[in-house]
Protein backbone atom coordinates (compact mmCIF):
# COMPACT_ATOMS: atom_id res chain seq x y z
CA UNK A 1 0.00 0.00 0.00
CA UNK A 2 3.17 2.30 -0.73
CA UNK A 3 0.53 3.98 -3.02
CA UNK A 4 -2.54 4.66 -1.02
CA UNK A 5 -2.55 7.86 1.21
CA UNK A 6 -4.47 6.56 3.83
CA UNK A 7 -1.51 4.11 4.73
CA UNK A 8 1.46 6.55 4.19
CA UNK A 9 0.67 8.60 7.96
CA UNK A 10 0.58 5.37 9.77
CA UNK A 11 4.00 4.03 7.98
CA UNK A 12 5.60 7.71 8.95
CA UNK A 13 4.81 7.18 12.71
CA UNK A 14 5.85 3.20 12.95
CA UNK A 15 8.91 2.90 14.70
CA UNK A 16 9.08 -0.96 14.73
CA UNK A 17 10.39 -2.79 12.15
CA UNK A 18 7.52 -4.10 9.33
CA UNK A 19 9.54 -7.44 8.95
CA UNK A 20 8.79 -8.90 12.24
CA UNK A 21 5.30 -8.11 12.05
CA UNK A 22 4.62 -9.01 8.75
CA UNK A 23 6.50 -12.89 9.59
CA UNK A 24 4.44 -12.75 13.06
CA UNK A 25 1.29 -12.56 10.78
CA UNK A 26 1.86 -15.58 8.39
CA UNK A 27 2.85 -17.55 11.24
CA UNK A 28 -0.18 -16.80 13.59
CA UNK A 29 2.02 -15.11 16.70
CA UNK A 30 0.91 -11.49 15.65
CA UNK A 31 -0.49 -11.35 19.43
CA UNK A 32 3.13 -11.51 20.84
CA UNK A 33 3.93 -7.84 18.80
CA UNK A 34 2.91 -4.64 19.62
CA UNK A 35 3.41 -1.58 16.99
CA UNK A 36 5.39 1.65 18.39
CA UNK A 37 3.66 4.48 16.67
CA UNK A 38 4.66 7.54 17.00
CA UNK A 39 1.79 10.30 18.24
CA UNK A 40 2.88 13.04 16.23
CA UNK A 41 0.34 14.31 13.25
CA UNK A 42 0.97 13.62 9.93
CA UNK A 43 -0.37 15.12 6.69
CA UNK A 44 -0.69 13.40 3.05
CA UNK A 45 -1.06 15.85 0.04
CA UNK A 46 -1.93 14.09 -2.92
CA UNK A 47 -0.12 15.42 -6.48
CA UNK A 48 -2.33 14.17 -9.39
CA UNK A 49 -1.57 14.43 -13.17
CA UNK A 50 -3.93 16.92 -15.00
CA UNK A 51 -7.38 15.44 -16.13
CA UNK A 52 -7.15 13.16 -13.50
CA UNK A 53 -9.66 11.34 -12.61
CA UNK A 54 -10.84 11.68 -16.18
CA UNK A 55 -8.10 11.24 -18.87
CA UNK A 56 -4.60 12.21 -18.38
CA UNK A 57 -1.42 12.35 -20.46
CA UNK A 58 1.68 10.19 -19.00
CA UNK A 59 5.54 10.46 -19.68
CA UNK A 60 5.61 13.83 -18.00
CA UNK A 61 9.45 15.00 -16.55
CA UNK A 62 8.54 15.69 -12.85
CA UNK A 63 11.62 18.23 -10.69
CA UNK A 64 12.20 18.94 -6.98
CA UNK A 65 11.93 15.44 -5.87
CA UNK A 66 14.97 15.84 -4.30
CA UNK A 67 14.65 18.93 -2.63
CA UNK A 68 11.32 18.25 -1.40
CA UNK A 69 12.22 15.12 0.82
CA UNK A 70 13.39 15.42 4.29
CA UNK A 71 13.76 14.10 7.79
CA UNK A 72 9.91 14.85 8.67
CA UNK A 73 8.71 14.41 4.91
CA UNK A 74 8.36 11.00 3.14
CA UNK A 75 7.63 11.60 -1.07
CA UNK A 76 5.56 8.34 -1.54
CA UNK A 77 5.33 7.39 -5.52
CA UNK A 78 2.45 5.88 -6.32
CA UNK A 79 1.79 6.57 -10.28
CA UNK A 80 5.40 7.40 -11.35
CA UNK A 81 8.08 5.54 -13.41
CA UNK A 82 11.33 5.62 -14.30
CA UNK A 83 12.13 6.64 -18.25
CA UNK A 84 16.18 6.99 -18.49
CA UNK A 85 17.84 9.37 -15.70
CA UNK A 86 14.51 10.92 -14.95
CA UNK A 87 11.03 9.82 -13.00
CA UNK A 88 8.20 10.51 -14.88
CA UNK A 89 4.78 10.48 -14.36
CA UNK A 90 2.51 7.33 -15.44
CA UNK A 91 -0.64 7.14 -13.28
CA UNK A 92 -3.52 9.52 -12.15
CA UNK A 93 -2.57 9.74 -8.34
CA UNK A 94 1.27 10.29 -8.70
CA UNK A 95 2.79 11.03 -5.80
CA UNK A 96 1.52 11.20 -1.84
CA UNK A 97 3.75 13.91 -0.14
CA UNK A 98 3.81 12.98 3.76
CA UNK A 99 4.74 15.34 6.15
CA UNK A 100 5.04 14.83 10.55
CA UNK A 101 4.70 17.56 12.47
CA UNK A 102 4.45 18.89 16.47
CA UNK A 103 0.75 19.89 15.42
CA UNK A 104 -1.54 19.05 12.81
CA UNK A 105 -0.95 23.15 11.31
CA UNK A 106 3.15 22.36 11.55
CA UNK A 107 2.37 18.77 9.22
CA UNK A 108 0.10 21.04 7.15
CA UNK A 109 2.75 23.50 6.54
CA UNK A 110 5.43 21.33 6.20
CA UNK A 111 3.59 19.01 3.77
CA UNK A 112 2.54 22.12 1.40
CA UNK A 113 6.21 23.38 1.60
CA UNK A 114 7.64 20.18 0.22
CA UNK A 115 4.91 20.28 -2.44
CA UNK A 116 6.05 23.59 -3.60
CA UNK A 117 9.19 22.52 -4.22
CA UNK A 118 7.99 19.37 -6.89
CA UNK A 119 6.61 20.38 -10.80
CA UNK A 120 5.68 19.00 -13.98
CA UNK A 121 3.37 20.05 -16.54
CA UNK A 122 -0.27 19.86 -15.43
CA UNK A 123 0.15 19.27 -11.79
CA UNK A 124 -2.55 20.22 -9.30
CA UNK A 125 -3.44 19.17 -6.24
CA UNK A 126 -6.01 20.34 -3.65
CA UNK A 127 -5.01 23.42 -1.05
CA UNK A 128 -7.31 22.63 1.73
CA UNK A 129 -5.97 18.95 2.97
CA UNK A 130 -6.15 19.40 6.96
CA UNK A 131 -9.04 22.12 7.12
CA UNK A 132 -11.14 20.00 8.39
CA UNK A 133 -8.98 18.77 11.28
CA UNK A 134 -8.11 22.10 12.25
CA UNK A 135 -11.73 23.39 12.38
CA UNK A 136 -12.61 20.62 14.64
CA UNK A 137 -9.19 21.46 16.65
CA UNK A 138 -10.40 24.79 17.07
CA UNK A 139 -14.07 23.07 18.54
CA UNK A 140 -14.49 22.37 22.52
CA UNK A 141 -14.35 18.46 22.71
CA UNK A 142 -17.34 16.85 23.28
CA UNK A 143 -15.45 13.06 23.74
CA UNK A 144 -12.98 12.50 25.78
CA UNK A 145 -10.57 9.53 24.90
CA UNK A 146 -8.20 8.46 27.89
CA UNK A 147 -6.27 5.43 28.27
CA UNK A 148 -3.89 3.84 30.73
CA UNK A 149 -0.51 3.95 28.58
CA UNK A 150 0.57 5.46 25.14
CA UNK A 151 1.12 1.83 24.03
CA UNK A 152 -2.93 1.52 24.05
CA UNK A 153 -2.58 4.04 21.41
CA UNK A 154 -3.61 1.78 18.10
CA UNK A 155 -6.96 0.06 19.85
CA UNK A 156 -7.83 3.92 20.89
CA UNK A 157 -7.18 5.08 17.64
CA UNK A 158 -9.91 2.99 16.26
CA UNK A 159 -12.32 4.87 18.54
CA UNK A 160 -10.87 8.21 17.36
CA UNK A 161 -11.52 7.38 13.95
CA UNK A 162 -15.12 6.70 14.28
CA UNK A 163 -15.54 9.97 16.03
CA UNK A 164 -13.83 11.74 13.13
CA UNK A 165 -16.32 9.90 10.71
CA UNK A 166 -18.91 11.46 12.47
CA UNK A 167 -17.29 14.60 12.70
CA UNK A 168 -17.67 14.93 16.53
CA UNK A 169 -14.57 16.58 17.92
CA UNK A 170 -12.47 14.62 21.00
CA UNK A 171 -9.62 15.10 22.84
CA UNK A 172 -6.84 12.20 23.55
CA UNK A 173 -4.86 11.72 26.33
CA UNK A 174 -2.94 9.77 28.69
CA UNK A 175 -4.27 9.23 32.49
CA UNK A 176 -3.24 5.86 35.05
CA UNK A 177 -5.74 5.33 37.90
CA UNK A 178 -3.10 3.77 39.44
CA UNK A 179 0.10 5.61 38.06
CA UNK A 180 -1.26 8.81 38.18
CA UNK A 181 -5.12 8.55 40.17
CA UNK A 182 -4.53 12.53 40.72
CA UNK A 183 -4.52 13.05 36.67
CA UNK A 184 -7.46 10.85 35.83
CA UNK A 185 -10.20 12.40 38.61
CA UNK A 186 -8.68 16.03 37.43
CA UNK A 187 -9.74 14.45 33.72
CA UNK A 188 -13.25 12.93 34.77
CA UNK A 189 -14.18 15.74 37.19
CA UNK A 190 -14.15 18.28 34.90
CA UNK A 191 -14.56 17.22 31.72
CA UNK A 192 -17.90 18.07 31.69
CA UNK A 193 -17.27 21.65 32.88
CA UNK A 194 -15.18 21.66 29.70
CA UNK A 195 -18.20 20.73 27.48
CA UNK A 196 -17.61 16.90 26.79
CA UNK A 197 -20.83 14.81 26.40
CA UNK A 198 -19.31 10.89 26.91
CA UNK A 199 -15.71 9.40 27.90
CA UNK A 200 -14.09 6.84 26.45
CA UNK A 201 -11.77 4.80 28.73
CA UNK A 202 -9.19 2.08 27.50
CA UNK A 203 -6.67 0.21 29.68
CA UNK A 204 -5.28 -3.12 30.47
CA UNK A 205 -4.49 -5.58 32.89
CA UNK A 206 -6.83 -5.38 35.86
CA UNK A 207 -6.35 -1.35 35.58
CA UNK A 208 -9.50 0.10 36.20
CA UNK A 209 -9.04 3.36 34.53
CA UNK A 210 -13.17 3.01 33.78
CA UNK A 211 -14.20 2.94 36.95
CA UNK A 212 -12.17 5.38 38.72
CA UNK A 213 -13.22 8.02 35.84
CA UNK A 214 -16.83 6.91 36.70
CA UNK A 215 -16.47 7.56 40.30
CA UNK A 216 -15.21 11.64 39.91
CA UNK A 217 -18.54 12.47 36.70
CA UNK A 218 -21.84 11.84 35.79
CA UNK A 219 -20.63 11.26 32.00
CA UNK A 220 -21.20 8.29 30.64
CA UNK A 221 -18.31 6.02 30.40
CA UNK A 222 -18.25 3.36 27.99
CA UNK A 223 -14.83 1.10 28.87
CA UNK A 224 -12.43 -0.79 26.05
CA UNK A 225 -10.82 -3.57 27.33
CA UNK A 226 -6.88 -3.80 26.16
CA UNK A 227 -5.42 -7.12 24.89
CA UNK A 228 -2.51 -6.43 26.24
CA UNK A 229 -1.37 -9.29 28.74
CA UNK A 230 -0.96 -13.27 28.51
CA UNK A 231 -4.31 -13.34 29.27
CA UNK A 232 -5.09 -11.74 25.86
CA UNK A 233 -7.68 -8.94 27.54
CA UNK A 234 -9.94 -11.21 29.85
CA UNK A 235 -8.66 -9.72 32.69
CA UNK A 236 -9.85 -6.45 31.54
CA UNK A 237 -12.81 -7.35 30.50
CA UNK A 238 -13.93 -8.50 33.35
CA UNK A 239 -12.16 -5.66 35.51
CA UNK A 240 -14.11 -3.20 33.49
CA UNK A 241 -17.43 -4.89 32.94
CA UNK A 242 -18.36 -6.08 36.76
CA UNK A 243 -19.07 -2.48 38.20
CA UNK A 244 -21.12 -2.56 41.70
CA UNK A 245 -24.03 -1.72 41.60
CA UNK A 246 -24.51 2.83 40.98
CA UNK A 247 -21.68 3.52 39.36
CA UNK A 248 -21.71 1.82 35.71
CA UNK A 249 -19.80 1.23 32.84
CA UNK A 250 -20.84 0.54 29.52
CA UNK A 251 -18.12 -2.00 28.72
CA UNK A 252 -17.16 -2.93 24.73
CA UNK A 253 -15.58 -5.88 23.08
CA UNK A 254 -11.94 -6.22 23.65
CA UNK A 255 -9.13 -4.47 21.82
CA UNK A 256 -9.20 -2.59 18.23
CA UNK A 257 -13.05 -4.06 17.72
CA UNK A 258 -14.14 -2.31 21.20
CA UNK A 259 -12.62 0.51 19.89
CA UNK A 260 -14.47 1.08 17.01
CA UNK A 261 -17.78 0.07 19.19
CA UNK A 262 -16.87 2.70 21.89
CA UNK A 263 -16.28 5.04 19.19
CA UNK A 264 -19.84 4.45 17.37
CA UNK A 265 -21.80 3.97 20.64
CA UNK A 266 -20.49 7.39 21.90
CA UNK A 267 -21.50 9.24 17.98
CA UNK A 268 -25.27 7.41 19.25
CA UNK A 269 -25.37 9.18 22.42
CA UNK A 270 -24.70 12.22 20.97
CA UNK A 271 -26.91 11.59 18.19
CA UNK A 272 -29.62 12.06 20.87
CA UNK A 273 -29.51 15.88 21.05
CA UNK A 274 -27.03 16.54 17.63
CA UNK A 275 -29.38 16.20 14.21
CA UNK A 276 -25.87 16.05 12.31
CA UNK A 277 -24.62 13.48 13.95
CA UNK A 278 -27.69 11.65 13.29
CA UNK A 279 -27.13 12.02 10.44
CA UNK A 280 -24.21 10.91 9.54
CA UNK A 281 -24.81 8.01 11.85
CA UNK A 282 -27.75 6.68 9.53
CA UNK A 283 -25.38 7.25 6.38
CA UNK A 284 -22.96 4.62 8.14
CA UNK A 285 -25.86 2.13 9.02
CA UNK A 286 -26.96 2.46 5.60
CA UNK A 287 -23.63 2.15 4.14
CA UNK A 288 -23.43 -1.66 6.82
CA UNK A 289 -26.56 -2.54 5.43
CA UNK A 290 -25.55 -2.30 1.51
CA UNK A 291 -22.00 -4.13 2.00
CA UNK A 292 -24.10 -6.88 3.76
CA UNK A 293 -26.94 -7.44 0.95
CA UNK A 294 -23.53 -7.02 -1.93
CA UNK A 295 -21.64 -9.92 -0.01
CA UNK A 296 -25.25 -11.91 0.28
CA UNK A 297 -25.29 -11.57 -3.37
CA UNK A 298 -21.71 -12.15 -4.05
CA UNK A 299 -22.57 -15.66 -2.08
CA UNK A 300 -25.24 -16.28 -4.31
CA UNK A 301 -23.32 -16.28 -7.27
CA UNK A 302 -21.02 -18.81 -6.26
CA UNK A 303 -23.31 -20.84 -4.70
Known sequence: RF????????LMRMKSDIVPILEATIDGSLQAYRLDIDPRPTVCV????????GAYEKGKPISGLEAAAGDDVVVFHAGTAASGKEIVTSGGRVLGVTA???????AITRAY?????ISWKDAYYRSDIGKKALLRLEQPPKVG???ENDSDLPVMEAAAAMLKKFDIPYEITVASAHGSPERAVEFASGAQARGMKVIIAGAGHAAHLAGILAAHTALPIIGVPIDSTALQGLDALLSTAQMPPGVPVATVSIGKPGGVNAGILAAQIIALSDPDVAGLLAVYRAELAKKVEQKAQKLARVL
Open 113 to 117: EAVSK
Open 3 to 10: GDPEAQPL
Open 46 to 53: VMAAGGYP
Open 100 to 106: IGESIQS
Open 145 to 147: IVM
